[in-house]
């Protein structure tokens, strides 16, 4: 059974900094990884779709990195703003979604 | 629409009633999704649908749950005999189909069940 851990769980930062969130997971037989946005009472927003076969994706401020032989991948925020201030997800695909438990992130202005 | 429309946003009911919740995913999406979201508690997934394949039930929690989806395109997600552990939002999404390259999993806003 995939595991996937999200690591903080829980991020602070002052305004301009930038935001480097971290997803494990444990079987490398995945088809993509999702990362995905939900801001409070809201549903799940796609950011970035890294298929397995890649090792990065850009959107933006946003960058996603996918190490599969490390069962890692990582978000990378540019220049965070108050905005940003939601929690991410990252979800394995290997024909249905393995979710970690989100890091929550605050933008200080 | 042109995203996934999920009805009712919000639902109260009394424990030992029926609920029934509504997923419209994008046209043309094979897959659906169904997945629940508890207070303070990551998703989970309850049941998948792809085209006229046969429906991997594997995640849903009891008897009490079950999910048909018509002509391949709306699902409903019945709970019978509704508990207030049934509390929680629940979330539909579709894709253009499963396990591929275009794989991406679009979420509508959710349902959010209250069981008193």
């Known amino acids: 059974k995939q595991e996937v851990t999200q690591i903080p769980a829980a991020l602070s930062v002052p305004e301009g900094e930038n935001l480097v969130l971290n997803c494990s997971f444990t079987?490398?037989?995945?088809?993509?990884l999702q990362w995905f946005r939900q801001d409070p009472g809201k549903g799940l927003t796609s950011l970035l779709l890294i298929q397995s076969s890649q090792r990065e994706q850009t959107s933006g401020r946003l960058n996603a990195s996918l190490d599969k032989s490390s069962g890692r991948s990582t978000l990378y925020i540019a220049a965070s703003q108050p905005g940003d201030s939601a929690t991410y997800l990252c979800a394995t695909n290997d024909y249905k979604l393995s979710f970690g438990a989100g890091t929550t992130v605050t933008v200080r202005a | 629409g042109a995203g996934v429309s999920q009805s009712p946003s919000n639902k109260v009911t009394e424990k030992g009633k029926d609920v029934e919740l509504r997923c419209d995913p994008i046209?043309?999406?094979?897959?659906l999704y169904w997945y629940r979201q508890s207070l303070g508690q990551g998703l989970e997934f309850l049941i998948y649908f792809q085209g006229n394949s046969a429906p991997d039930k594997s995640g849903l929690p009891s008897d009490r749950f079950s999910a048909e989806r018509t002509g391949g395109s709306v699902s409903t997600l019945t709970i019978q005999r509704t508990q207030q552990e049934d509390s929680a939002v629940y979330l539909c999404?579709?894709?253009?189909?499963?396990?591929?390259?275009?794989?991406?999993?679009?979420f509508g806003e959710g349902s959010r069940l209250t069981v008193l």
């Open positions: 999404a579709s894709s253009l189909e499963q396990g591929s390259t275009t794989g991406e999993l679009f």
């Open positions: 046209s043309g999406h094979t897959a």
């Open positions: 079987d490398s037989a995945i088809y993509n």
